[in-house]
């Protein structure tokens, strides 16, 4: 069952990300899956909960970030 969010939190992204956001949903709804944007940024953001929440510094966050500020 999905659930709905009501907290509003803004991301700006690229022109790259964007155009590759909007052809995952498109993706998606010519294999007959509604989905949205919104959707697609929740299951990423709760992934990355998830994740952190049960590997800490091994999180996919965690690398990533670490490989940023090297």
């Known amino acids: 069952m999905k659930s709905y969010g009501k907290v509003v939190s803004y991301v700006r992204l690229s022109q790259q990300e964007k155009r590759e956001l909007a052809e995952m949903v ?41 490989a940023l500020s090297a």
């Open 26 to 66: 498109h993706e998606y709804k010519r294999q007959g899956i509604h989905t949205s944007e919104n959707e697609i940024n929740r299951i990423a953001v709760n992934f990355m909960i998830e994740d952190y929440q049960a590997n800490g510094k091994g999180s996919l966050l965690a690398r990533v970030l670490e």
